[in-house]
DNA sequence: CGATGTACGGAAAGCGGTTTCACCGATGTG
DNA sequence: CACATCGGTGAAACCGCTTTCCGTACATCG
């Protein structure tokens, strides 16, 4: 390629000077629609081929009106959690060559609903992650927004496909172990207070702890520096076991303990949420509940493609997470 | 909304008919490029609201031959590495309005090079990230990509601006720390083989290890499960400390040691490579060598992002890591 | 053998914006 | 008062591709 010769600026129509056919005629040869005379078609291959010519995904876009790209919405592009959905759908739309943008709200709730409106606007369907923004506001979004799919999020009377989890079975199934554990006090650390599935977590916390132990909630974050700074507060708090708002925290917390020399499981059990592929290299090996989290994406993705192929999408689907018990958990040793 | 309008069906034709102006007027009030009489404005905003307009940012694209959409090709979003190189990109170019757009190559260097071009064409540049392609490959690839941004990797002869990291200088820095605590035989976890920095770091490993101890090399990967794996062969082969490709690899040795009972650091010393947020955590805390990361996004992001304007962009960059010892290594114990 | 298909290829009209260009009336100047 | 200047505006070209529409050529059929 000479300096100075634009990546794009070899045109369909200069490959039809070329090949001495019409820019239709070339179109038709790229797309393989409709049926080229053999020899014509040899010629615009290899015209093309000796310019280098490959057609501007721009104007395909908006001739065609469908860019084959789409957008991902995460609250927070540091957290591993989002990081496996993303993968999820980049794996799933790559294999149907759709590419994702991603964009990260950084955690802050009131710039998502403008982020999402800019985002979507360059592509053809948005995944929204986990938002943070209320129902109401999500309900008067949608329209602007459609075609989307609503991950880790239900939205009462929103008509989008939506693949969950269901977070409440899955603190269940941790409390039943804590309690199963002889655990009397438990302390949570909170995740942010915007999120959502931070709210389910707790309502769920509060209604089956209920006359099977004590239970503080500490506010702490969804990172394991806050977790990491919480630790001690919470054991402070007389608590015997403590369930992190996801593995990043209770992961954090873990590292706490081990710095200043507290024994998990022995003296602490500590339970994460999520199952990050982190919790079974830590050590101790992190109990938690597994999140099937790639295939959250994938999911999504199967939805979000079968809306723009104009199909109806598959039903809305609730993973019900496995409770992993490995070794930060044990019996209270009070 | 009502159903059945479409997402974008009020063009900026629309606009113009209800403000009683001219399409070229709405565009010249959107964009603010030139001044337009207060009244007309005024009629322009209000009619663009009225009828919710935003404007096709796929028209946008091919009129001003620029998307403010840039792509990155990464060889796995599993990789925290990259994800923090993802982040920092993301967050240094949404600050400037470009939105990212993220392939995986999956670590298949075969599928690079086409990826590599497929995704860049729906773009206005590239981060190419820790590319796994040969170097001939990439010079010859290398004008279909511009402009592109290296990261992580070092092409004799190419003139894309590059942000990297002295890998030799950490693995020295990582070789002196351990014969300094009179370790005599090491294992190295080596990664991908396809991997450039993997092969530097072999190369500067056996450089500088020369005299100081007796160097094993063990085929492992560079994820968690692959040091799970590969840390009892390790152990088997005599060393006292072990040095994975990079953090993963050393975590997942770590997890691998704690579950068979292997104490670290008395028993066997173990360091990774990138300090990724988990190195901190992790019990005990590892001992690595500090990568930049998101940094290392950042720096690309400033590079590509001149490159756009049109100006001269920084010039190379070339960080050097820093040592972390913590917890994971200790005195030989033989 | 004329009528009807069928297959193919070019002209041209979009897709939804931006931008050049020419024009206009209103100023500023000598 | 004539003339250059200038801000504001619309018409139209253009960005690069797709796709409809139509004309042509040729094969098939009654």
Redesign the interface.
Known sequence: ?EPGER?HSVTIRDVARAAQVSPATVSRVMNRRSTVDVELARRVQQAAASL?Y?P????Q??ARGR?E?VSILVPD??N?MF??V??GI??AA?VEGY??????S?EMPLEEPFLA?E?R??TDGLVLCSPRSHDQELLELA??L?PFVLVNRHVEGLLAPTVAVDYAAGIRALVAHLAGLGHRHVAYLSGPMASVSNQQRLDTLHASAEGRFELTVLECGSM?EDG?EAADRALGTGATAIIGYNDLVA??A??KF??IGVSVPDQVSVVGFDDI??A??????LTTVAVPQEALGEEAWQRLSAVLRGEEPPADVCFTPRLEVRQSTARNPR
Chains 1, 2 share one sequence.
């Open positions: 390629m990546a280098g490959h501007s995904a721009i104007a876009g908006l860019t790209l592009l540091g591993p990081q496996s993303l993968r980049s794996r790559g590419r994702v943008l991603v964009t990260d950084h409106q985002t606007l360059r329209g602007k459609e394991h990491y992961l954090g873990l590292g081990h710095a592929a982190f079974r290299y830590a050590s101790p090996m």
